[in-house]
């Protein structure tokens, strides 16, 4: 009888902790973006997003969600999901925490070409082939494409839309191929997207940041960027910032292994 009643009670026990769920966090993310985040999780903004999942002892799961036009009020916004791992640091739409790193567009070259040392002043812009990346209209365009047009430098720039072709992979990196191809000289191109795929590309290619960094006094090159969340949820972003500040070394490890340029602030 005594060893019957603790089978039940054993029973008991475990029948009520699985009445216990484990919490759920839901990062929203691109399922078709590196090197911040892909629908198989290999991104640096997938690993982030499990570090903080895992802290807070939370299962995490995903609303994918291509980063066009809209994709706050779609996702966060719509309570979709919890955090975005990837936001700058001082969009007014969502709630944004400590940023975790701070990187800029980088002039990106072929190591053979004798392109060492450009800034946006160098006159040999003048003469080369130049790919930038493009929103959209005038009004959204990247601070490199707007910086080159106040200097006149508009009939040899090329652009390359940051959407892209969703059909193939990684859109984004089109602009860092054309480089290898030769199809432009140089590109100016931000800093995460071109530190991950020069470290992979075939062709040696060379890295410098875009200088002045704060061109005009009216374009910044460099950006901090933090986790977002919903306006309003103090107490997830108190939690993810203590995450971010508990974990600092091993977030800027995991930036280095995806060769993000970082870099301190007006440097």
């Not at 019957?4 to 769920?21: Q, V």
């Not at 499990?50 to 969600?65: C, G, K, P």
Request: net charge positive; with cysteine.
């Amino acid at each position: 009888m005594k060893r019957l009643w603790s089978i039940l009670l054993a029973a008991a026990l475990l029948g009520s902790c699985e009445l216990i769920p484990q919490p759920t966090l839901t990062a929203c993310a691109d399922p078709n973006n590196l090197p911040f985040s892909n629908q198989a999780r290999q991104g640096f903004e997938n690993k982030l997003a499990q570090m903080i999942a895992t802290d807070l002892h939370a299962r995490l799961q995903y609303v994918w969600w291509a980063q066009r036009r809209g994709y706050v009020r779609n996702t966060l916004n719509e309570r979709k999901c919890d955090f975005w791992p990837g936001v700058g640091s001082n969009v007014e739409m969502i709630a944004t925490t400590r940023p975790y790193y701070r990187s800029t567009y980088m002039f990106v070259s072929r190591a053979d070409e004798n392109l060492k040392g450009l800034t946006l002043d160098d006159p040999r812009l003048k003469k080369l082939t130049i790919g930038v990346q493009m929103v959209g209209n005038d009004a959204t365009n990247t601070p490199p494409a707007h910086a080159l047009a106040s200097r006149g430098i508009v009939a040899n720039v090329r652009g390359y839309m940051l959407y892209g072709d969703y059909a193939k992979p990684n859109p984004p990196a089109e602009i860092v191929r054309a480089v290898e191809r030769g199809d432009v000289d140089v590109a100016l191109v931000w800093g995460p997207l071109a530190g991950y795929f020069a470290a992979k590309s075939p062709v040696p290619l060379r890295l410098e940041p875009v200088t002045p960094w704060m061109a005009d006094m009216t374009y910044p090159m460099q950006f901090d960027i933090s986790v977002g969340v919903q306006n309003g949820n103090d107490r997830l972003l108190k939690k993810i910032d203590q995450v971010l500040q508990r974990r600092s070394a091993d977030i800027r490890k995991l930036l280095a292994d995806y060769h993000v340029p970082t870099i301190e602030a007006g440097s």
